[in-house]
C-alpha cells in the first residue's frame, strides 16, 4: 500500500522568530500559578478526607474536582520539564520534583520522554515512547489473529481511558523500561522516585490512617490519569492528523497538524493549564503554559492550521483506531472491515 503524503506547512522565518516573545517568564503569573493551584488542592484534600466521616460519595465528588487542580499542577511539572515555567534552573528542578511527588509521574524520566514525544510526533518508526501506540492499516492487515484481538482490546475504552490510565499512573511510571541508551542514567531517578512516594505514603499513612488515606488519594490520582489521558488523546488521535515515516516527516506539519487545538470552557482551560492550546505547544514547548493564550490572540494565525475540536465532538474520537495511510486519516475499525470487505485494502 503506496503511503500518501500530508501537505507540508511553511512557515516563514519571521512567524517563527515573532513566537520567541512569549517564551519569556513571567515570575508574578508563575507564582501566582502555584499558589491558585497548591492551596486548592491540599484545601480539597483535607475536605475530602474530613468527608469520608459523612460519605464516600462526597469525597468522590470532590476527588472529581481535586483531579483537575492535580491536572494543574502536572502542567507546572510540565512546563518544568521543559525549562520554560521559570528560567533559574535550580528552582525550576525543585518545582518540577514537588509537583512529581502529587503526581506520581518521575520528573526526571518523564520529561526525558516527553522530549522525544515532541522530536518525532507523528514519526510512524517510533510510536512507543510518550504515545498512545496506534498501528497503520497495513500493519493490522498483516496480524496474526491474535495480534489483532489484542490491539482491540489496547484499543477499547474501558482499557484505553480506564485501565490504561491506572496502570500508567500506578505501574508504567514506577518502572524505567526504555532501553535507549539516554534513559539508561535516569533509572537511579525513577528509583529515587519511587522512595520517597513510599516514605511520603508510609508518612500519611500511619499519621492519617492507611484506609482513609489511600481512599482520599488513590481517588484524586486515579481520576487525574484518566482526565490527562483523555487530554493526550485528543491532542494526537484525531482524524486528519499526521503520521509520516521519517524520510517524509516535518516538524512544523507535525506540531501544526498532528496536534488538536482543543477549545473547552475557561474554566477547564484554565484547570488544564492551557494545554488544549496544543499546536502552539508543539510548535514552539519553550512557551509556558500561562503565555500560550496571549499567543493565539496575537497570532490568530496558527488556528489556520490545526483540527479545532470542541468537549462534545471530541467524544467521537473514541472510534479513531487505525492510521490509514492512503487517507492521510485516523479510521474506525468498522471502516476497516468494511473496506476490507470491499475489497479496498
Known sequence: MEQKLAEKIVLGKDKIQMLKKYTQEHKTKATIQIINSFVPFIGIWILMYLSLDISYWITFGLGVINAFFLV???????????????????????????????????FHYWAKSHSIHHKLNGQLELRDIGDVTT??????????????IGYRIY???????????????????RLAKIKMPAFQKLKG???????????LFSILGFTLGWEKFLLVHLTVLTLFAIIAIWFFYVQHQHEHGYKQWKKNWDYVTSALK?????????????LTGNIGIHHVHHLNPAIPNYNLKQCIKENPWLNQYPTTIGFIDSL??????????????????????????????
Request: charged fraction near 20%; glycine fraction near 4%.
Open 258 to 270: 498532528g496536534s488538536t487545538y482543543y477549545k473547552v470552557p475557561r474554566l477547564f482551560n484554565w
Open 189 to 199: 531517578s525513577v528509583i529515587l522516585s519511587n522512595l520517597v512516594l513510599l516514605a
Open 135 to 148: 498501528y497503520t492499516v497495513a500493519e493490522y492487515k498483516n496480524f496474526s489473529k491474535a495480534k489483532k
Open 316 to 345: 467521537s474520537l473514541m472510534s479513531n483506531k487505525l492510521w490509514d495511510e492512503t487517507q492521510q486519516r485516523m479510521i474506525s475499525f468498522r471502516e476497516y472491515y468494511r473496506m476490507e470487505r470491499m475489497g479496498l485494502i
Open 72 to 106: 494543574r499542577i502536572f502542567i507546572i511539572q510540565h512546563d518544568c520539564g521543559h525549562q520554560s515555567f521559570v528560567k533559574n534552573r535550580r528552582a525550576q528542578k525543585i518545582i518540577g520534583h514537588v509537583c512529581s511527588y502529587l503526581s506520581a509521574i518521575p
Open 155 to 173: 484499543r477499547s475504552p474501558i482499557v484505553m481511558f480506564l485501565l490504561g490510565p491506572v496502570y500508567y499512573i500506578f505501574i508504567h511510571n
